[in-house]
């Protein structure tokens, strides 16, 4: 008798499907982490409502990072983007937001205290921009990861059950 | 005859008291998280203030100015001066990076370690000087409270490290190792 499961193509087909979602908590931690980038940039757009869009020293979010009009609208959409990957599970929209807020740190960095800074940060906004890039980036990563990890002890597990069979 | 249960800890139960430990841990953590933040602003690029002689150039120099602890401010004068700009590099990157990892709680063990490495740095440079009007304790709770964030794992509750782990367990391999120890 074999003792090891033996799936049809079909249902490793729904396995892998299924394997392949965001699960719920990830699900729910990206939209938090989107919904940070968001409520910074729409904070940011308040206060820097005076300001030129590309103004070189942004305005000051609170006590904490600066922004000016363009970096509040580019948080806006990188948070919007973020939440919407959230909502439908879409590891791709995740992944797109973190490449953007890495993209950000670089300008921030480079572009900090520089007649030209085009997104108006500091080195408190370079904070502010890396911690969601790394942590949404983790989160993809270590998701697929996981889920390659469990897809592969399925397809030996269904090696091995072939070989008994035979 | 009876088995005695090893004591939990207040982080590991339910109900109100676990929460309250719990919540505790993460308003330590966030506050930490966002005064590094808030702090990393005045790290002004390219020269960091080294051609006006303020921020912090001038911070830094009070260690060997004011020495508090004698290698440091020989490390100071003989290390950091001549490098500035490579290790004001570096202190505009670990302070944001201990702002943004100590916030979301990602990676937050080794953070908070990093936080403590700084804590001292920044005690051995400033806890002497007379330019500035400084709260000395200020340093010490600042390194106890990094302490406390490393020991209990600060970023296990509410933080991705919390949802990041049982994924690193289920991964396996080298880096999900290192990860989970940092974590």
């Given amino acids: 008798m074999n003792a090891l499961p033996h799936r049809t193509p079909d249902e490793v087909s729904t396995e892998g499907t299924v394997m392949n979602a965001m699960t719920e908590p990830v699900r729910r931690a990206v939209i938090v982490v989107g919904a940070i980038v968001l409520i910074g940039g729409i904070a940011g757009l308040i206060v820097s409502s005076g300001q030129d869009l590309t103004e070189p020293r942004g305005a000051r979010v609170g006590a904490l990072m600066h922004l000016n009009p363009l970096g509040s609208w580019v948080s806006i959409a990188l948070g919007v983007l973020t939440i919407v990957g959230g909502v439908l599970r879409s590891h791709a929209a995740v992944l797109a937001a973190s490449v953007g807020l890495f993209v950000c740190v670089v300008f921030v960095t480079f572009g900090a205290n520089r007649p030209t800074n085009p997104l108006g940060g500091t080195a408190s906004t370079v904070s502010f921009y890396l911690g969601p890039a790394a942590g949404l980036l983790a989160l993809v990563l270590a998701e697929r990861a996981a889920q390659q990890a469990a897809s592969s002890s399925v397809e030996a597990t269904d090696d091995a059950a072939r070989e008994h069979d035979h | ?183």
């Fill in chain 2, 1 to 183: 005859m009876s088995v005695m249960q090893a004591p939990r800890s207040p982080v590991d139960i339910g109900g109100l008291e676990g929460r309250a430990s719990r919540l505790s841990l993460v308003a330590i953590r966030i506050v930490l998280g966002v005064t590094f933040l808030h702090e990393a602003a005045w790290k002004r690029p390219p020269d960091f203030g080294s051609e006006s002689g303020r921020g912090l150039w001038e911070w830094s120099n009070f260690a060997v100015d004011f020495p508090v602890f004698l290698p440091y401010s020989w490390f100071v004068e003989n290390v950091v001066q001549p490098n500035f700009i490579f290790f004001g590099w570096v202190t505009f990157f670990l302070e944001a990076g201990i702002g943004a990892f100590l916030i979301l709680g990602l990676l937050t063990r080794v953070t908070a370690l990093a936080g403590v490495v700084q804590s001292f740095a920044i005690t051995f440079s400033v806890l002497n000087q007379d330019v500035f009007s400084e709260w000395s304790y200020a340093y010490y709770i600042m390194i106890a409270a990094f302490l406390a964030v490393f020991g209990t794992a600060a970023g296990r509750f509410y933080g991705l490290d919390g949802v990041l782990r049982p994924l690193w367990k289920r991964s396996g391999g080298k880096i999900a190792q290192l990860l989970l120890r940092a974590s």
